[in-house]
Each structure stands twice: as structure tokens, then as C-alpha cells.
């Protein structure tokens, strides 16, 4: 018999993956040409060349015991402080390689703090739309998650709910800059806004709240717009960040966590994060996948080929009829369902071989996910699906 907290998690297994799964087959079924998958935030761009030369040097050039070899539970110190300089030149941060350590991707990341911050039963507070595994995360370590209501059409989060929602118990607060899933990118406004409530807060309780910034789409935004670097507005900021879509890597699981030392109780978080990240099993990040990225700090995915395709999608669906969120950063386009339930509207796009990710699964009904990373070719085919399904509609 397995835990009781696993059976919870497999009844709430992930619809993304899920709908990912049952285009493998639909395509089976009908053909792989005539199946539109959108399911999954799975980067189509190939990564920059420098990191295949990357590998290769690193393995041709370093010494295998080097390269494969145990090392410090936060990683190759070269590696840290290579990371630190490159994020200082970047957006005038003061770091050093003891503010950095590296994890199994985001998502190892947020893993890691939430261990090293949470006691059963305090709280952690996202803001929806958010990515659902923020749920499942919490819940590993015995937290309790509140949700702060969506803010359409606008998206930006609302400071004055964020202020009712925090209480004594509330150990940290999670945002996504730019979102996923709506693509939405939180202006330096917003972010002061949140950042005069979370001070004001932690003086009115006595206790620290932490605001844990995951950034995996930090890179990929358009027309001019900029993800605020959080630790330069809030002393209590830990950042969250993976080079699966910066660099096209999201096999290959490797970030890193960003812990400043003006955070309160800097040496223990660092001592306790290292601990996290061997009780969980991750012992420290993959050595080559540091090694490598650390020779491609300078590199960048080919951005300009997801915003084609976030042009080409918006503009087509926005003229069918569609009302969608358009976005600033990541490669998400948040489209209103053509009815109430979400869930009917995907299964009625499902018909037309069209799959999307019902904005449930986000917590905020009443909106579908539609991931555009994909094959341009696969959004022009899908084109006549999307215009029949909303004539199914308006009929």
C-alpha cells in the first residue's frame, strides 16, 4: 500500500503531462501532422551552438575526476562565482559564490528552499494563475498553500489581497516573473508594491517572510519589456532559476538557487539548503551540466523564433474571435475559454485535435493554456482547427 500523500498526488497528477501523453496517442491514431500539441512547455528551439561546444571541450579538456567527480553540496565554486560576477554585471547585484548554489533545475530549487524554510503548517502564499506543482511542492513539506485571487485582465498581482492573505504563520510568498501560465511580465510597480507589504508585514508579525522568485523565463521576453530583479527591492528575496529554457536545456535539470547574504539568517539558510539538497536525494546538481553552463553565461536561446510564433498565434486567434492575454514574456499564450468550464472547452478542442491545458490546473477556471514553443509549421496547420472550433461556438 502506498502513502496516503501519494495516493492525493495521483489523483491530482498534472493535466499538462497528461494531455502531453494523449497526444502521443492521438498521433498515433490520426497522424503526428494532423495532431496540434500544446500542451507542454517543452522548448522547440534548439540550444545555442556554444554549449555543444561547450560539452565537448569539457569533456576533451578537463580531467575526468574533475568532471564526474563528488564535489561541495552547492557546487564547483569556479562555477558559483562565474554565475555570481555574470548576474553583478547584469543587474548591479553584489554577489559572490557563497550566494550561489546549484540545483537539479528550478524545480530541484524550490524544492530544496521550501525544505530548508518550512515547518508543518506554516504558509506559502502564489499568486493565480500559477504553475500547479507550487501545490504539490508545499504539500511535501507539510505547508499549507493560499492562493491570491487572479487579477484579469491585467494579470499583475493585487498587493492589497496579498496583504489579506498574509498571517503570522506565513513563512514565504512564491511569484513567477514572467508568468507562466499567462505570459504576463510584473512591472517594477507591482513589484514594489508587493515588496511595501511584505515589510510592512514582517514588522507588524516579528518573523521573516521570504519571497521566492522563480525565474526559468527570465530571458525570453518581447517588445521591450524587463523582469525587475527582485533582490535589489526586497532583502528577503531567494531566487529560483533554470537554464531549461534560457539555453533550450530542460533534459539536462540544471539552475541554481540565489540566497543573498543581506537575507535574515543568511548562514543558516545556506548550511540548511546545502543539507536539503542531499537529503533529497539530489546530493548536488549534475557536475558536467555545471561545467557547461558555466562556459555559456553569455548565450541565449533564439528568442526572436518564439515571438514569430507568439505574433503569429495572438494575431490569428485574436481575429477568430479568441480574447487572449498578450504576452510579454515566456511562451505562453492565456486565452479566454469560449464557454465556463475550461474543461469542456479542452475536450471540445480535443475534437478538433487541438490540445490545450485547461487554466484549472493554474487555478484560475475559465482560461486555457496554449504553449507556443513548438514547430511555426505545427501553428500554421493548426490555424483552420482553431478558426472551425470557435464557428463551432459562435454557431
Known amino acids: 500500500m502506498i502513502a496516503k500523500k501519494m495516493i492525493k498526488y495521483i489523483e491530482g497528477s498534472s493535466v499538462t503531462r497528461a494531455m502531453f501523453e494523449e497526444g502521443k496517442r492521438l498521433a498515433q491514431e490520426f497522424g503526428q501532422e494532423n495532431v496540434y500539441d500544446f500542451s507542454l512547455g517543452n522548448p522547440s528551439v534548439e540550444p545555442p551552438q556554444l554549449v555543444k561546444q561547450a560539452f565537448i571541450q569539457t569533456l576533451e579538456e578537463e580531467e575526468p575526476c574533475y568532471v564526474h567527480g563528488y564535489m561541495n553540496n552547492s557546487g564547483y565554486e569556479e562555477v558559483r562565482e562565474k554565475i555570481a560576477q555574470s548576474l553583478n554585471r547584469r543587474f548591479g547585484t553584489g554577489f559572490s559564490q557563497k550566494n550561489i548554489l546549484m540545483t537539479v533545475g528550478a524545480a530541484g530549487g524550490l524544492n530544496v528552499i521550501l525544505k530548508t524554510l518550512l515547518d508543518p503548517g506554516d504558509q506559502v502564499v502564489a499568486f493565480a494563475p500559477y504553475f500547479g506543482e507550487y501545490n504539490n511542492y508545499v504539500a511535501n513539506y507539510d ?13 499583475q498581482p493585487r498587493a492589497e489581497e496579498l496583504e489579506a492573505k498574509l498571517t503570522p504563520r506565513t513563512k514565504a ?9 499567462t505570459g504576463v511580465v ?3 510597480e507591482t513589484i514594489c508594491q508587493l515588496a511595501a507589504v511584505l515589510e510592512k508585514k514582517q514588522k ?4 521573516a517572510i521570504y519571497l521566492i522568485s522563480d525565474e526559468p523565463y527570465r530571458e525570453l521576453v518581447y517588445d521591450g519589456a524587463q523582469a525587475p530583479y527582485l533582490t535589489k527591492y526586497y532583502k528577503n528575496t531567494i531566487v529560483g532559476y533554470s537554464y531549461s529554457k534560457s539555453l533550450s536545456l530542460p533534459g539536462e535539470r540544471i539552475g541554481y538557487l540565489v540566497i543573498p547574504s543581506e537575507a535574515e539568517d543568511f548562514e543558516n539558510i ?8 542531499r537529503i533529497l536525494g539530489f546530493v548536488n546538481a549534475p557536475s558536467l551540466q555545471q561545467l557547461v553552463v558555466a562556459k555559456c553565461l553569455e548565450a541565449s536561446t533564439n528568442v526572436e523564433a518564439y515571438d514569430r510564433n507568439r505574433r503569429k498565434l495572438y494575431d490569428a486567434l485574436t481575429e477568430y474571435g479568441y480574447h487572449c492575454v498578450k504576452p510579454e514574456g515566456a511562451f505562453y499564450l492565456w486565452v479566454e475559454a469560449l464557454e465556463p468550464d475550461d474543461g469542456a472547452f479542452v475536450a471540445r478542442a480535443k475534437e478538433y485535435h487541438l490540445l490545450l491545458v485547461p487554466g484549472s490546473s493554474f487555478m484560475c477556471p475559465g482560461y486555457v493554456r496554449i504553449a507556443y514553443c513548438v514547430d511555426p509549421e505545427m501553428i500554421e496547420r493548426s490555424l483552420p482547427a482553431f478558426r472551425r472550433l470557435a464557428e463551432n461556438y459562435q454557431k
Request: charged share 10%; hydrophobic share 40%.
Open 173 to 181: 510568498v512564491i511569484i513567477n516573473n514572467p508568468n507562466n501560465p
Open 143 to 155: 505547508g499549507e498553500m493560499a492562493v491570491v485571487a487572479p487579477n484579469p485582465p491585467s494579470f
Open 204 to 207: 507588524e508579525f516579528g518573523t
Open 270 to 277: 545556506v548550511s540548511a539548503a546545502n543539507i536539503a539538497n
Open 186 to 188: 510584473y512591472s517594477e
